[in-house]
Nanobody
């Protein structure tokens, strides 16, 4: 079992930065890959970024590449999503997810491959 709790969302202006955190408990944090997804109103859940268990490999959606950075601190059992140069189109509920079947490999962009999800944190970017 894995429990995930996101935090750090909020209302910001375009061009601002936010850092989301994902606090994990349960299964050994350093044993599984993680991902971040987002879902805007009326839209399907969308892949944002993924990372392998050690943090050595990352993978990004084209829409956030160069602006967002995924990372993790295995000593603190916490994953992060640093979001810079935010745009109104980044407005969504952001979810972190755990793929317990993947360790050295980076997480995938497919939501159904993830086993556990957090409750989400709202990010709103005003123009």
């Amino acid at each position: 079992q894995v429990q995930l709790v996101e935090s750090g969302g909020g209302l910001v202006q375009a061009g601002s930065s936010l850092r989301l955190s994902c606090a994990a408990s349960g299964r050994t944090f350093s044993s599984y890959a993680m991902g971040w997804f987002r879902q805007a109103p009326g839209k399907e859940r969308e892949f944002v970024a993924a990372i392998n268990s050690s943090g050595s490999r990352t993978y990004y959606a084209d829409s956030v590449k160069g602006r967002f950075t995924i990372s993790r601190d295995n000593a603190k059992n916490t994953g992060y999503l640093q979001m810079n140069s935010l745009k109104p189109e980044d407005t969504a509920v952001y979810y972190c997810a755990a793929d317990i079947h993947r360790t050295n490999a980076v997480g995938t962009s497919t939501a159904r491959t993830y086993d556990y999800w957090g409750q989400g944190t709202q990010v709103t970017v005003s123009s």
